[in-house]
């Protein structure tokens, strides 16, 4: 074994191999993290030939690679023939070695950063966006910071590589000992000489190299994992393309005016809307087009056609070709996971959005007012992750108002959150935006924290909106039954008019008594749960007889299942529900059957189909 690791007495190839490999290194670091950059963002055609071209070194043979960059670089190329003209050539030099080790290297540090990239969360980039960061700025203190650790572990891989490479190499470089000769070399030509001992000492030279530098990669990132880990005594947790800027254009109005249509893959949103300084709730089941709608106001996405305007100012115009970038739109984004920087202090996420003009001291004090304003006064040096779920939203919410926009966008920011969380942070947040000088939207499927937060609602449904107004009338006279049932209304049944002020409730199999005017265009009758009144006998009008098919219990309230008419069947044979707190119902379970209920004409909802 001691004959296999003689030292050779030429150590030329481990200085060149080391010169080469850390020269492809530096040019693939820049070169492999520009275009992998660029690729994240590219939506343009031919993305995928692209993704080919630019991986091919790894999966062509090297000697093809070699023949390739021998047709360009060659007194023949078309490269080689302007070297030749300023009596340059890289053919059989050193330059052309670290050439073939750069291309050979860039797929690994191409594919590894783009795959870092790739699993930062794009919210991330997109709040820094909204926040004022210039594309520079995203990049520089967000997105590489975040996937500095695949990065990293790029960057030892293609050195890695180019210190390997051997085939294209010796296409275009050749071997010169001294000049060219790097290590795969000199261990190829010292078992074809016969040399094992020195072959042996090359090979192990090659791979202590190598293998050290990826496992110290690996053990900075143990150590960086490691620290980011949450201690025990720590809270618990529960671009666009081309644009033209935006004019002075004279619009008469303050607020936000939104009327847009973009085409989406199994609807379109399609939604007119104004908002002033108050709370407007966006209120929509799951793929209504809520978060799109305010993507496309923070300038995360372009609508097809339309505008938004922001007190005065157009930040979107299809047919000007007007679309001003999130940076300059003053729009507030609060996302669901929040999207504090992971890399960044308390102080530092919320200094993020605020002008680079501002001097240190300026800085440190509107950091420290937005501190106090959320009572974390001694978190300012804390991480995202040694905070509690309510801490991270403050946080996230005085990152927000630090920035000074004009409108603040929140979608779902309590989903995250716990039920006594959840209760507390609703309460702040609403008191923050009672104060806020501007225009506020709030996204939620969650009815009741709509109606506690919001005074007016927009109410989408498949993109549209199919109500819009004041909270309590579209509580009240929903209109429509899908607004209804979006607003609640767990009762809701067919008519067929049989008289001016006279129904039948076809599911249910009564006949009501109605006050409202009836048109041809009313098509269903719905109650509301907690609405329902409970009689000891059917004296009063729309009352009935009914019996319980099954209850539902929560802390406070009780959910009956009532029939009627006829004892039921089955748990499923019912015709509406009731909701009774359960002080009520102790006292009303005593009583014998039937019970009476009466539908209340003035508690009826009448509703266009």
Not at 284 to 291: F, L, Q, T, Y
Not at 490 to 503: D, G, L, M, T, Y
Not at 579 to 592: A, M, N, R, T
């Amino acid at each position: 074994m001691a004959e296999l690791l003689t030292l050779p007495l030429d150590l030329s190839p481990l200085w060149i191999s080391l010169k080469i490999a850390s020269l492809a290194t530096f040019f693939t670091f820049f070169a492999g993290i520009a275009v992998a950059y660029w690729m994240l963002n590219y939506r343009g055609k031919g993305k995928f030939l692209l993704e080919g071209i630019f991986i091919s070194p790894l999966i062509l043979p090297p000697t093809v690679v070699g023949f390739l960059l021998l047709l360009i670089f060659g007194k023949n190329g078309w490269v080689g023939k302007l070297l030749m003209s300023i009596d340059f050539s890289v053919v059989f030099t050193w330059y052309g070695a670290v050439i073939t080790a750069t291309v050979v290297a860039f797929p690994l540090m191409y594919r590894t950063a783009l795959g870092a990239f790739e699993q930062i969360d794009q919210n991330f980039l997109a709040v820094a966006r909204t926040l004022g960061a210039s594309e520079w700025t995203v990049f520089r203190r967000v997105l590489l910071p975040l996937a500095l650790p695949g990065v990293l572990a790029g960057t030892m891989l293609a050195f890695a590589r180019a210190l390997g490479e051997f085939g294209a190499t010796l296409m275009l470089a050749g071997n010169i000992p001294g000049q060219t000769q790097t290590i795969p070399m000199a261990i190829y030509f010292a078992v074809e000489a016969g040399d094992i001992s020195e072959a042996g000492f090359w090979a192990v030279a090659i791979m202590l190299i190598s293998l050290s530098g990826i496992i110290t990669v690996n053990f900075w990132q143990k150590q960086r994992s490691d620290n980011q880990r949450p201690s025990s005594r720590t809270f618990q947790a529960s671009v666009f393309g081309a644009h033209r800027k935006s004019e002075a254009i004279a619009v008469h109005s303050s607020g936000l005016v939104v009327d847009i249509q973009k085409q989406l893959a199994t609807f379109d949103l399609d939604l007119s809307f104004s908002a002033t300084e108050s709370t407007l709730g966006i209120l929509g089941g799951s793929g209504a087009g809520k978060s799109m709608l305010l993507r496309c106001i923070a300038g995360m996405e372009s609508p097809t056609k339309g505008q938004i305007i922001l007190n005065g100012r157009i930040l979107f115009d299809a047919k000007a070709g007007i679309n001003v970038p999130s940076r300059d739109r003053k729009v507030g984004f609060l996302v669901q996971n929040y999207a504090l920087f992971p890399n960044m202090t308390v102080a530092q996420n919320i200094a993020f959005g605020l002008p680079q003009s501002l001097s240190s001291s300026e800085v440190r004090q509107r950091v420290e007012a937005q501190l106090e304003a959320i009572q974390l006064q001694g978190y300012r040096d804390r991480y995202p992750h040694q905070l509690s779920g309510g801490q991270q939203q403050r946080v996230a919410l005085a990152r927000v108002l630090a920035s000074e926009p004009e409108v603040i966008l929140l979608d779902e920011p309590f989903s995250a959150l716990d039920t006594h969380l959840r209760s507390q942070m609703e309460q702040e947040v609403s008191l923050r935006l009672q104060h806020f000088k501007g225009v506020s939207l709030f996204v939620t499927h969650n009815l009741e924290e709509a109606y506690r937060v919001c005074e007016n609602l927009l109410v989408l449904a498949q993109g549209h909106a199919i109500a819009d107004g004041s909270k309590y009338d579209i509580f009240e006279r929903p209109g429509a039954v899908g607004v209804a049932q979006l607003t609640g209304c767990k009762n809701i049944s067919p008519i067929q008019v049989i008289a001016e002020q006279e129904i039948s409730a076809i599911d249910w199999g009564i006949c009501l008594q109605v006050i409202e005017p009836l048109s041809a265009r009313l098509a269903y009758v719905g109650i509301r749960a907690h609405q329902i009144r409970f009689r000891e006998d059917d004296n009063a009008e729309n009352t009935f007889p009914c019996w319980v098919a099954s209850t539902s219990e929560t802390p406070h309230r009780m959910t009956v299942f009532l029939k009627f008419n006829s004892s039921p069947t089955h748990l499923q044979d019912y015709h509406l529900q009731a909701e009774v707190f359960k002080e009520k119902w102790e006292v009303l379970k005593q009583i014998p059957f039937p019970w009476f209920v009466q539908l209340d004409a003035l508690r009826l909802i009448l509703l266009e189909a």
